[in-house]
Each structure stands twice: as C-alpha cells, then as structure tokens.
C-alpha cells in the first residue's frame, strides 16, 4: 500500500547555515517544493529516520522550502519508479549503483549530471562513486557500504550451546537441532527473489574468491556453464533441503522473514547491514535487540575464498531528475544531506550500518556491538566481492534470476534449467 508522508515547515526566519563548503544564506525567497521518492517506508527508524531528519533539518534552514516525501517498500518502489521514468520523475529520487537499475535510467536521460568537484571534501570512500557514473560523468551519490551477512540472537545461541558456524557444512549441521528446538534457524525473504540472488553470490564469491570476471563473461555471453554457477546454485539448494529457511521461504517477503526474527521465532535473518538499527530499533523487545549479533558466509569447503573474503558493495543512494522544475534547489538539498557531518553521521548515530563515507571521526564507543562487528567485518575484509549477481547484467537478466531462484530453491526446476533460463535472459 502507498504510504505518503508530507513535511511541512511552520516557521519563517533568516538562518544562515555553513557546513563542509556549503554555505547558504536564506532571506524572503520564492516558495519551493521539492518532491522526494523514497524507498524508506519506515519513518521512525534506520535509514527512514536519518533521511527523515536531514529533510526536516534542511526546511528549518531554509523557510522557503517544502519538501514532500512519498516512501514505498523496496518492490513497490523499484515498479513506480518505471512509471515514473516515462510519466516524469519526482525531484530527488532513490537510486542503485548498480548495472541492472542504474543502465536503462542513464540511458533515458532521466537523472540530472552532479559536478565530482563538489565532493572532493566529502570523504567518499575510494571507489564508491563509480557505480553512479556513466562515461565518466557523475549522476548520483552513494549511501551505503552494504555488506551480506547473518544476523543471529546471541543469547538463544549461548542458551543453547550452538557456536558461530565457521564452515558452510556447520552452517547447515545447525538447521537440525535448530528446528528441534522449536525455532526457525534461519529467516530468509525468498519471496522477493533478490535476497536469494544475494545468498547465491555470498556462496558463489566463498567458492571463487574472486568472481567479477566469470559473472562478467557469462552475462556477456549468456552461458553460464562455467562449474562456479552450478555449485553456488547447489549449496543454495542445500541450505533449503537441509530445512535452513522456514516453511514458505519462498513465497513469503523481506517484512515477514525480518518478524520472524525480530519477535523471536527465529535463531537467524540472512539481509544486508543496512540493518544494523535493529539493535537500537526499541519496537523490538528489549531481550532480542541487545541480543543481535552477526557473521559472514561461513568458507565452503574447497573454495578459495577466505573467513575476511566478504560480501559487500556500494548500495543504494540519492540523484536529481534531470527534468526537476526545481533543479538547483534540489541539488543543494542533495549536497546539505551528503555534508560529511550529516547523512554518514547521523546514520551512524542511530546505528544504520556502514556509509559509503569515512565515519571513523564519529566512533564514541557508545557503539552497539552490532555496529562494530560490522565495522571489524569491512576493516578486516581482505577483500569484498563487488555487486551482487543479479545486478550485475541487464533489467531482463536481474528479472529471471530473482524469479527463477526460487524454483531451483525448492527443487521444483533442476539447476541445468536454471542456468540455461538466466542465460537466455542475457541474449
């Protein structure tokens, strides 16, 4: 269901406010409206929150601002912005820096170009604008350093003596006394396909230790016969009849699968840090939040990737439609949110996972454990993995994978088939 929200400011002053390079002095001016699009649904914690927070910031700075929010869920949100691509964009949008989303709206032309010059102060970490760039031009900015991981309640898990998998086969060895204990082991949105997507590429990257160039080269040639592809594809399979996931993983969505978890049915949720704010997130039982910890894919057996050989790339970010009425404004709100002291530090603050900007300077050591096992989780990385498979290719090839995975899941479609689907999707 749509959800809208509108913020408007009831206050009119002269503030100046000055802040890493960018200065504005606001005097009576015409009245503006810029219109946010949001896959931030949820307002009063994690990203929702900061993003939230800096909107309301920038209309208190800025009197003769409006600025109107309409969030929707992930799927909801990536469907309405194809609208939205050929109907007209709203003015500052959610974005992915990732081929399968960021190709097809580069090429409409429907994202306004940013100026690289202006963010030279703005401790982008090294490489993380380049998935927003297209012939060397900038077009959005980066939020996040997602990394993959397993989110587990530490308190069941020492009630019960289960230790941290280390191996891949003692990840499944756990799904048995798991399930006897009554619990779900692991809560997986399978419904919504990507997540699997992800898993697949954590186990593939586990395998290969390195597997840019192989996804590359079958993207490229639609063949995916390269043994890497057919292995990932088993262990996913695996951690299925193994009895991992929870009865309906396949059909059920990131809302009930992050539930199950967070009221305590589940021991584990397979998702992104992005949701390290559960540990603050007080909607959530006190006994479970300060309970949450997390680990990476455990190494598979043969692979030759490595225990710090992770999961993780720039995710989502912000850009500017290129047809805003209110362009300027609209990159100066955009530019006010990336000021090295206000999105970075206030997703740190409330505990939303990693920035693709330096936060070193805002550690207090009032940190939940969560946060800095995942800041140890990139600081000790020796290497990371790059964009997920699924976004790695055209919006047809992201299409058939997310909806193919979970029939080679379930094993109501063989991994040959599987592999052949989402090669045709590339040709």
């Known amino acids: 269901m749509k ?39 949820d ?31 992930e799927e909801a949100y990536k469907t309405k912005f194809k609208a939205y691509s050929m109907e007209g964009m709203p003015d500052v949008v959610n974005i992915w820096g990732q081929p399968s989303f960021l190709d097809e709206v580069l090429d409409a032309g429907v994202l306004a170009e940013l100026n690289e010059d202006d963010y030279a102060d703005y401790k982008f970490i090294e490489g993380s604008l380049e998935g927003f760039k297209k012939d060397g031009k900038l077009y959005g900015l980066p939020r996040n350093t997602d990394v993959a991981v397993f989110y587990y309640n530490q308190k069941i898990f020492e009630d019960n003596g289960w230790e941290v998998p280390q191996t891949y086969d003692e990840l499944l060895d756990l799904a048995g006394p798991i399930t006897e204990a009554g619990l779900i082991p692991v809560a997986m949105d399978g419904g919504d396909g990507w997540p699997m997507a992800v898993y697949l590429s954590d186990v593939m990257y586990k395998i290969t230790g390195e597997y840019k160039d192989v996804v590359a080269n079958a993207i490229a040639n639609g063949d995916f016969s390269d043994p890497a592809f057919a292995q990932a594809a088993q262990l996913l399979k695996d951690a299925a009849d193994a009895g991992l996931f929870q009865t309906g993983y396949d059909s059920q969505d990131y809302g009930t699968a992050m539930n199950l978890f967070t009221n305590g049915q589940a021991a584990m949720f397979y998702m992104g840090s992005w949701e390290a704010s559960m540990a603050l997130n007080e909607d959530i039982p006190e006994e479970i939040r300060t309970n949450i910890r997390a680990f990476t894919m455990p190494v598979v057996e043969g692979g030759e990737a490595t225990a710090t050989d992770i999961a993780a790339w720039n995710g989502g970010g912000y850009a500017v439609s290129a047809n805003s009425e209110v362009k300027d404004e609209a990159i100066k709100f955009l530019n006010f949110m990336y000021q090295p002291d206000k999105l970075s530090k206030y997703g740190w603050e409330n505990g939303v996972g990693m920035s693709a900007q330096d936060q070193s300077e805002f550690m207090t050591g009032d940190e939940t454990e969560l946060q800095l096992q995942i800041v140890d ?51």
Request: charged share 20%.
């Open 3 to 41: 959800k809208k929200m509108v913020s408007v400011l009831m206050t009119a002053a002269m503030i100046t406010t000055a802040a890493a390079g960018y200065t504005t002095t606001v005097h009576a001016e015409e009245e503006v409206t810029i219109k946010v699009f949001s896959n931030l649904p």
């Open 377 to 427: 989780m990139v600081n000790n990385a020796t290497s990371v993995s790059g964009t997920p498979i699924n976004d790695c290719g055209p919006s047809a090839f992201k299409t058939s994978i997310e909806s193919e995975i979970q029939s080679v899941s379930n094993g109501t479609s063989d991994i040959d088939t599987f592999l052949t689907a989402i090669g045709d999707a590339c040709k």
């Open 43 to 73: 307002r009063k914690n994690g990203q929702g929150l900061v993003e939230q927070m800096l909107i309301d910031e920038y209309m208190e700075a800025n009197p003769n601002v409006t600025i109107e929010v309409e969030a929707l869920d």
